[in-house]
């Protein structure tokens, strides 16, 4: 078989990876972007106990490596107990993403709101909008903008930080690459698989410029 055609029928297999690593990222990256915005509301409040748990939590994702926290949540968590045990390797490397994720968007979605002109809360306060309105109505709709490019590139790295679930065997793109280089002896297989990884980040780098340029348009 010659190498063309090796890397053709490699093409199928590698595809059904590349499924798991872009649901796992969308997913993680969704969910890591709702838990920030508390963790972010969180790291502003007055209140001294929010604003340190929410800090606590921040500095302890950030401070940690990704891959450290997914052999805990994966290996880690049924040692302390059974009842902690996560037989779905999707769903632990779920959690272990989004979990990390949030810590690093909180901090994204912080600076964008604390970008906002301060008077755009006095002016809400003096129309009689609550703190609660005022997030929700005037100041985060306006950090929208400011969010867009900051998460496509949080997006891409989690994109490719996803490589990293090989290690609980679950088959995303890297995980199917070694596999099939292992069986057929040979490293040709990680010139598609590479190709794979830089379609992907391509067609989504697409999407948040064009995401980045709409809303630059109405805000």
């Known amino acids: 078989m010659s190498p063309i055609q090796k890397i053709i029928s490699w093409i199928p297999p590698l595809l059904s990876g ?19 915005l508390f963790l972010a509301l969180g790291k502003m409040s007055k209140n001294a106990i929010t604003n340190k748990l929410c800090s606590a939590y921040v500095f302890f994702f950030r401070g940690t490596p990704l ?31 989004a979990l990390n994720s949030a810590a690093y968007c909180a901090e994204i979605i912080r600076a964008a709101i604390q970008s906002i002109d301060k008077g755009q809360f ?16 005037v100041i985060i ?4 903008r ?8 949080e997006f891409i790295m989690i ?47 697409f999407v948040f410029h064009k995401m980045e340029k709409k809303y ?3 805000i």
């Open 18 to 36: 590349a499924r798991v690593t872009i649901a796992l990222t969308i997913l993680s990256v969704s969910a890591g972007l709702v838990l920030s």
């Open 67 to 97: 891959l450290m926290q997914l052999y805990f949540i994966y290996y880690g968590l049924p040692e302390i107990t059974p009842y902690l045990t996560i037989n779905n390797r999707f769903i632990a490397a779920f959690i272990a993403f």
């Open 122 to 137: 006095e002016a809400s306060r003096a129309l009689g909008l609550s703190y609660a309105q005022t997030m929700r109505l």
């Open 141 to 144: 709709p306006q950090s929208i």
């Open 146 to 153: 400011r969010l867009i490019p900051p998460v496509g590139n």
């Open 159 to 205: 994109l490719k930080d996803a490589s990293l679930v090989s290690i609980i065997a679950l088959t995303d793109i890297t995980k199917v690459t070694r596999s099939i280089s292992s069986s057929s002896a040979t490293a040709l297989v990680y010139i598609p698989a590479m190709i794979l990884y830089l379609i992907i980040t391509a067609v989504f780098s």
């Open 216 to 218: 630059s348009v109405y």
